[in-house]
């Protein structure tokens, strides 16, 4: 099985800057993508950032140029350092991993963390 452990969620003025972070943990080969999703009250899960194996990331319009995603291989770590945040960026925001399994490859999720952004 695999384990995500998330953190660095909050309460952060609007201006503010957060950082998460979500740690991989179990039985994998490996790990081809991470990233962050995120979900409103009363809505799907969105994309927000994502990180490839090779480097690649991709973005929501909505956080470019205010959220970097970067990822640690050998921590089997992922973080999404939050600036600028705005009160529409108020959400649970859950961490993604595909992890290499035998057999193929699995996507796993976290618990989920609470951003708040508010005066």
């Known amino acids: 099985q695999v384990q995500l452990v998330e953190s660095g969620g909050g309460l952060v003025q609007p201006g503010g800057s957060l950082r998460l972070s979500c740690a991989a943990s179990?039985?994998?080969?490996?790990?081809?993508?991470m990233g962050w999703y995120r979900q409103f009250p009363g809505k799907q899960r969105e994309l927000v950032a994502t990180?490839?194996?090779?480097?690649?990331?991709n973005y929501a319009d909505s956080v470019k140029g205010r959220f970097t995603i970067s990822r640690d291989n050998a921590k089997n770590t992922v973080y999404l350092q939050m600036n600028s945040l705005k009160h529409e960026d108020t959400a649970i925001y859950y961490c993604?991993?595909?992890?290499?399994?035998?057999?193929?490859?699995?996507?796993?999720w976290g618990q989920g963390t609470q951003v708040t952004v508010s005066p």
């Open positions: 990180h490839s194996s090779g480097g690649w990331s």
């Open positions: 179990g039985n994998f080969f490996g790990i081809n993508a």
């Open positions: 993604y991993v595909r992890a290499v399994r035998t057999g193929g490859a699995y996507d796993y």
